[in-house]
Structures are given as C-alpha cells and as structure tokens.
C-alpha cells in the first residue's frame, strides 16, 4: 500500500510524518530549532535550518518506518503561516532571517497606513486587518532596511515566499517558485474575489511584483521532489497553511463546522464554504482550500498568538515545571484559580483585540496565591481566549456551535479541554489523530495525487473524547467576567 509523507513546518519544530492512506501514522520524526528574538518584539528563524531540520526528519523517517522512497505516492506541506523568507533566486541564499509571524517590528507601519485611511481596502480585498502578523509589512522592512534588497528585488534578483515556497523552492532543487492559496490569503496582498495577487496593494507597499510566487491550488500538481533528498522523485501535491490544513486534517468541509488547534497560539476556523463571511468582530475571513478545478473554500478564523506557548514560559521563564505536560497535575492540587487571571499578551493580541501594544499581565495576586494558581491562571487563558474568539464568530456567523473539535499539542490536556467545554458551554471533541494539521497535508496530497477521496477522509474522522461541559451558567459568567477585566488591564501597555 502507497504512503503519503507530510511535511509539517512549525514554528518551533519541523516534523514529518509518514501516514498510510487509511491516515494512521507509520512513523514520525521532529526536531526543533532555534528561536532568535534579536529585540524585544521581534523574532526570527535562519531559513537554512528550517531547511535543514525539515530536511533531515523527512530523511530519518523514511529510515524508520523502513520503506521504499518510492512506495511514498506523494508529499503534502504544512507549514507555520505569514513567516517571511527573501533569497536569491539564483543561488537560494536568503538576504535575510525569516521575520516570523510572532514579530512585531511593523507595528508602526501598520499604524501610519491605518493613519492614511487604508485599513477598509486592505480589508475588502485581503479579509486581514493592518496588523504586523501578516506578511506584507515584514516584507515591506526587508525591502527598506536591507541595503541593496530594494534595487535588487526590482531587477528580479530576489524571491518572497512564507515557509511552504521556501521548503518547495529547496525541495525541487530551486526549479519551483510557487505557493498555495491558503498560505497566500495571509500575506495581506492577495485578493479574496480573484484569487490573484493584488496591484493596488502590492502598490500601496512599494512591493514589486517580480518577488512574488505563482500561486496555485492547495491540492495540485507542485513539482517533483529532487531525487538527492529523499532518494525517489516524490511528487508533492499539497500545500496548505497549517491551520487551514488542521480544518481539512479534522474534516471539517461542511459550512458551520469548526475547530480549535492547541500549539503555540490558538487558532479556531470554522468552514464558511463558497463564501467569505466579513467578520463584525475582529476575526479573519480566509481561504481555506481550493481542490484543483474547483471553486475556493473559505473559512473564518480567530488567531490567538499565545497559547501553548505560555506553558513553555511557566517551563523556561518561571521554571515552575519540567515538561509542558507537568502542567496539568500542577494545575489540579487547586479547585480554581484562587482570583489570579494571567493574560499572556507577550507579542500584543491578536482575535478579537488586535492590540499589538498589549503585554502580559498576571491580576488578583494575593499572599495566597502559589505556582499552582498561575498553572492554572495559565491554563483558564488558553481556553478563555479561544472564548472570546468563539463567541466574536457564533455573532458574525449567525449560528449556535454544535461542538467543537480539537487539535494541536496542548489539546492532550485534560483539564484544559474540560474547563474549555465548561466555559464555552459547548461540547469539545477530540480524534483520536490530533496530529491534524500534518495529516490534513497528507490528505490533500492525497487528493492531488489521486489516491484519496473527501469522502474517504470525512469516514476516517473518530472520536477518542469527548468533554461535556458541566459549569453552572452563573458560574460561567463570573469567571468570564474576570477574564475580560483583566484583558482591559493587559491592553495599550507599550507606548508606541
Ligand atoms: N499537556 C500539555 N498541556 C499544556 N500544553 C501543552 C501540553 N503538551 C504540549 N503543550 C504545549 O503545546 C505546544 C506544542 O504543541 P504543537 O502542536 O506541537 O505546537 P506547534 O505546532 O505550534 O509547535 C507547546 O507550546 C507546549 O507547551
Ligand atoms: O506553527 P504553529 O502551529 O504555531 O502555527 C502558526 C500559525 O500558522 C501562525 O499563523
């Protein structure tokens, strides 16, 4: 039996998993690499070890699981979204690091183009808002602040790409310069309605349009990996921003359906099908996936930037536990929160706030409190910004969730899901896969290869668990209440 081998490039750790058709994990390999955070507010990655790392767990896994290269029928991609690589075209070399999607560095920009009236087209056209997390403002810096990228961006010299375009560039020996269209809704100059990249932003930004990468469906024909890497010419055949990938991965294809992925932020995207819903509230409309020869799907989205990432601080920052696991039994020796709330701003907020200002806050702090109150303080913020998200989209959606279903490494936390089914008085549901992000690429290159069906994939969805909530309603209310006080604490803190 064919496999499919998904590369999933994150934004601490490149992994590939190798699935079978049947979407069972043979085998998988992760290695992560390092983080640079060259100010406060920004942060980077060197292109090349994203590179290398990908490169190499896509090698020890086919060592491990024993294969054949040539049993593998395709590769999908996945991968960390709106992160920006610039390299020369000729020789792959990267005029820069990768500013990564957390970074914050175009803050300003953002607001001078805000300033000049522009937030409604940019809004219209793209479904983001001018915030630094997208990709257009970090490409703009590069093109400013690099001495010569300008000049020899316009004579063609240079190639953009977020984190798939690169890995395809090196994956095919430098021969493919392409992206998918799920990863181009991020960058802020793509248009929702053409599906192409937009003119008017694209002059707006001084971005010149020689970069760019062609742009293609997720599920389709990218090119053939080079024979030297993995020792067969694997074709690959799906490419899809991580997040859009986990909604495919958990089979969510009907309009209504969403979920919720734990891992370093937090992102909930329910499927809006054929068409964009314009979010009242702060959310991103996006596209989803585009099956070749078919229509586009778009999804709505709410992106919370921290999330797991705040159980890495309780571990490297506070050192009050040894493994992000450790979290859980910490958080269990106390019935609640004992009144602390912790809002982790630590890169401003994203959905529904959007304040890169904000920083992280710890409220309510008394002689009582201990490190299991802030485990737990820790815990109740992941699960209440996905409230605030959920609640922003069931209001611009129309619509009640009738359950949400669960990804991502810190949905394994028990208490986590439980208090988050209780605090949004909604079902959480999670497959007994919950690595869907990497098998929501392997799906796609499925499909692009041929050898998978949608309705396959939606029959391979299964329950592991299933959390009911159990809060009293009035109960419910007080700690949301105290969330949302200690958010207004937690905003406008840096001064611009
Ligand atoms: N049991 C757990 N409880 C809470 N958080 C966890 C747990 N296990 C892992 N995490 C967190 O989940 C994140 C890793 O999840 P993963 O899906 O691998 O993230 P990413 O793809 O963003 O790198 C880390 O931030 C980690 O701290
Ligand atoms: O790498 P992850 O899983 O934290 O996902 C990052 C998102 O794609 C950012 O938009």
Known sequence: MPY??????????????????????????????????????WVEHNPLEIWLTQLETAQKVIQKAQIEPAEIAAMGITNQRETVVLWERATGQPVHNAIVWQDRRTAALCDELRARGYEPLFRQKTGLLLDPYFSATKLAWLLDHVPGVRERAGKGELAF?????????????????????????????FNLETLQWDDHLLGILGIPKSVLP????????????????????????????????????????????????????????MNTGRKRVESARGLLSTVAWQLEGRPAEYALEGSVFIAGAVVQWLRDGLG?????????????????????????????????????????????????TTKAHLARAALEAIAYQSKD???????????RLAELRVDGGASRNDLLMQFQADILGTPVVRPKVTETTALGAAYLAGIGAGVLSEEQIRARWALEHRFEPGMAEAQRTAHYRGWARAVERAKSWVEP
């Not at 790409?161 to 493919?176: F, Q």
């Not at 992000?324 to 929160?337: I, K, Q, R, W, Y």
């Open 214 to 269: 062609q742009v293609k469906p997720s599920a389709a024909h990218y090119g053939t990996v080079k024979a030297e890497w993995l020792g067969a010419e694997i074709p690959i055949a799906g490419v899809a921003g991580d997040q859009q990938a986990a909604l495919f991965g958990q089979a969510c294809f009907e309009p209504g359906m969403a979920k919720n992925t734990y891992g370093t932020g937090c992102f909930l995207l």
């Open 389 to 399: 998200v959920l609640k922003a989209m069931e209001a611009d959606a129309r619509l």
């Open 161 to 189: 790409g977020t984190v798939d375009s690169w890995l395809i560039y090196n994956l095919t020996g430098g021969k493919v310069h392409a992206t998918d269209v799920s990863n181009a809704s991020r960058t802020l100059l």
């Open 4 to 41: 499919l081998l998904a590369l999933d490039q994150g934004t601490t750790s490149s992994r590939a998993i190798l699935f079978d058709l049947d979407g069972k994990v043979v085998a998988i390999e992760q290695k992560e690499f390092t983080q640079i955070y060259p100010q406060p507010g």
């Open 320 to 368: 009050i536990i040894h493994n992000s696991a450790d979290v859980e039994a910490l958080a269990a020796t106390v019935p609640d929160n004992g009144g602390v709330y912790l809002v982790p701003a630590f890169v401003g907020l994203g959905a529904p706030h959007w304040d890169p200002y904000a920083r992280g806050t710890i409220v309510g702090i008394t002689r009582g």
